[in-house]
């Protein structure tokens, strides 16, 4: 697989400006596993959502989300397109996801990022002033969950551990694939960088020049940390579109969306927005050639997701974008294949990593002697064994 093309999903309820109707949570919800469905039906690699905790969006479970349409799809891969390392537990994160990738046998990686909503870092008790370095410590211990069998860590952000071991292991041995996606911080590029892993520009609101420094950044120290040239760096780009058969078609049926939609209405005209950012509206040969200019500026890179279900466009209209994108996406493979330098790497996938690692292998830890269950001895519970009533409970007479 040279380029991955797919798409991602913020979650947002938003009212449709044609018709004043605003999707219950239940249909939205419904409507994104539609969405992923459809997507692996027209030829899409991937499918992303997002993460965020409160109103008006639906992406508060990544987890639960990507297993279901795991369980419903065969072949595409499941990503988030944000995973908040800076608010979710590592420890959580390392057993969900190496979980999922045993459901989708090993369809699934993530994209770690610190989020566009202020208020969730008190809501689960974090201070956003450490946003920064809760990334780097958390994302440092992640790492080592999933690379370790038996970790001992201490830090600033969590408690302690001693002698942990997160089950289950990863698939064949292999940790998913991580993106680090940002839009603004140049220590995210850094530190996917130092890694070796993958750089993902949401790409959506800023200029070509601001996207350009942050991926020539991340190149720079890609190469510098000793992982390849800076040619070789895993680059990952998101997008919008809206496409008719007719250019005006797409303009005039889009423009209401876009001037009234939560993130970007009321503000520049659609041609301004366009003009200043990747926002294609138009035919599938506009989308075509403005998706390829995206290499004049960003070099060769491996994945390219698109935003299509928001601003309360409905389902019916979503999966006809979707219909126009697997039309397209041919042709976007060839032109983006036949400019592509020699020696760039192609797109993660599982297969690919545990090709690299020498082959699978099986991760399980098993347990010794009754540890499986726990240890026999009172003691080892710290529940102060020798207390009358406490014995009784471990005897079961409780």
């Known amino acids: 697989m040279g380029m991955q093309f797919g798409i991602f999903t913020v979650g947002d309820v938003t009212t449709d400006p044609t018709t004043g109707r605003t999707p219950t949570e239940h249909e939205r919800i419904k409507a994104t596993v539609a969405i992923a469905k459809h997507a692996e039906e027209v030829g899409l690699d991937v499918f992303a959502t997002g993460e965020h905790h409160n109103p008006p969006f639906i992406a508060s479970n990544p987890t639960a989300t990507l297993a279901y349409i795991g369980a419903q799809t065969e072949r595409i891969i499941l990503s988030t397109a944000t995973t908040l390392i800076t608010t979710t537990d590592p420890v959580l994160i390392a057993e969900d996801y190496a979980k999922i990738q045993h459901l989708t046998d090993g369809r699934v990686d993530l994209m770690m990022g610190r989020g566009n909503t202020g208020p969730v870092y008190p809501w689960f008790g974090k201070d956003i002033r450490q946003g920064i370095n809760l990334a780097i410590e958390n994302y440092a211990l992640l790492r080592r969950l999933w690379s370790e069998d038996v970790v001992d860590w201490s830090g600033r952000f969590r408690t302690p551990l001693q002698g942990y071991t997160s089950t289950p292991r990863p698939l064949d041995g292999v940790a998913p694939f991580v993106w680090h996606g940002s ?23 800023w200029p070509a020049s601001h996207t350009k420094q942050m991926v020539q950044l991340y190149r720079q120290r890609f190469e510098h940390y000793g992982h390849g040239t ?3 760096a895993i680059v990952g780009l998101g ?62 890179y491996q994945r390219q997701l698109f935003l299509l279900d928001h601003a309360g466009l409905p389902l019916k209209t979503v999966l006809e974008q979707l219909d126009l994108y697997g039309e397209i996406l041919p042709t976007l493979r060839a032109e983006f294949e036949k400019l592509r330098k020699p020696g760039v790497p192609d797109a993660p996938t599982h297969a690919s990593l545990v090709e690299k690692a020498g082959g699978s292998k099986d991760s399980t830890v098993y347990a010794e002697g009754d540890s499986a269950t726990g240890s026999s001895d ?8 020798d207390d009358p009533e406490v014995a009784k409970v471990l005897e079961g007479e409780l």
């Open 239 to 300: 997008g919008q579109f809206f496409m008719r058969p007719s250019s005006q078609d797409a303009v005039n049926e889009f423009r209401p969306y876009f001037d009234n939609a939560p993130v970007y209405g009321h503000g520049p005209s659609l041609e301004d927005f366009s003009e200043a950012t990747p926002l294609t509206v138009g035919s599938p040969q506009q989308v075509i050639e403005r998706t390829l200019s995206f290499r004049e500026y960003v070099g060769d």
């Open 378 to 385: 009172r003691t080892d519970l710290g529940l102060g064994a």
């Open 183 to 205: 839009i603004r911080s140049p220590e995210i590029a850094e530190q996917a960088a130092y890694y070796g892993d993958g750089f993902f520009h949401n790409h959506i609101f």
């Open 230 to 232: 800076a040619d070789q």
